[in-house]
């Protein structure tokens, strides 16, 4: 990579006319530190629950551009420190397994015969709520405006709020894109990694099971699962190369409610 400059990029590189040769490096650097709170319980009536909390921040200097690579300038980590790509402030996971109290032994039913038991007893429901907040992205000129001889891709240049006060986030514009510019020629632009959030993140799997017992040691398990069984629709993050058409819209989102059945035999 040559360094920081107008003129010819060979005329900047250490070793001039050299040919592009790959290099590794243990020079990077990254902290993590976070809150971490868990509460579990266990209830007789066969409820257990579990929810956890993480309030985090991890930055470094070897994930600044949207990809584990490698810093955007080597010859100055500290203007590739920021937030990690896969830093994610805050997520909240709750989990349940009940086991209804219904059927030969239960609370409801326990002395319940052996047909009605079949169809009534042996239910379990479980399912997990996982709520995060958005991950961050890198806002990229898309160009190689500080001349390093590499593939574009240094940040843009911050000329206002990107989120102003009373901005309305939509998919066709998550943020402001008019408060970017291209840095000046032969130099780096002056935002940070990963330094806008993305969309939160919300999701619901449910999943009913029925156990029928064949033997004394031997049951067979219906399961349905529904993944994001309220179909509820999250965001992937926006396009935030300068160059691209889509600059500043989303253009994906993560998947569907996806419902699938199993039998499962147990001994």
């Known amino acids: 990579m040559a360094v920081l400059g107008s003129g010819s990029i060979a005329s900047r590189k250490p070793v001039e006319n050299a040919a592009i040769a790959p290099t590794s490096s243990t020079e990077g650097h990254s902290n993590y530190d976070s809150l971490q709170v868990k509460l579990e319980r266990s209830i007789t009536s066969g409820l257990t629950f579990m929810n956890s909390f993480t309030w985090a921040k991890s930055l470094g200097t070897t994930s600044a551009y949207d990809f584990i690579g490698p810093p955007g300038y080597v010859y ?3 203007l590739s420190y920021g937030r990690n790509d896969f830093n994610i402030p805050v997520i909240n996971t709750t989990s349940f397994v009940y086991n209804l109290p219904v059927g030969r032994g239960k609370r409801f039913g326990s002395n319940m015969g052996g047909i009605p ?9 479980s399912g997990i709520i996982n709520i995060r907040s958005g991950t961050g992205y890198s806002v990229l000129s898309g160009e190689d405006i500080a001349n390093l001889g590499i593939n574009p891709g240094e940040t843009a240049q911050i000329v206002s709020a990107p989120v102003p006060s009373g901005f309305k ?6 943020f402001n894109t008019s408060a970017f510019t291209f840095p000046a020629s032969g130099t780096l632009g002056n935002s940070a990694p990963d330094f806008l959030n993305g ?4 999701n619901l799997d449910f999943a009913l099971m029925k156990n ?6 031997l049951k067979l398990q219906f399961r349905s699962e529904f993944f994001n069984i ?14 691209d058409a889509t600059f ?3 253009l994906g989102a993560n998947s569907p409610r996806i419902i699938q ?3 499962k035999l147990l001994w």
């Open 261 to 263: 059945f199993a039998l």
């Open 230 to 243: 309220l179909n509820h629709t999250t965001f992937g993050n926006p396009d935030s190369t300068m160059t």
């Open 117 to 125: 038991d079949q169809i009534i007893g042996g239910w379990e429901a």
């Open 76 to 78: 100055d980590l500290n």
């Open 212 to 217: 029928f017992r064949i033997g004394e040691n």
């Open 169 to 174: 986030q939509t998919r066709a514009a998550w």
């Open 199 to 202: 969309p939160a993140y919300q």
């Open 248 to 250: 500043g819209q989303i």
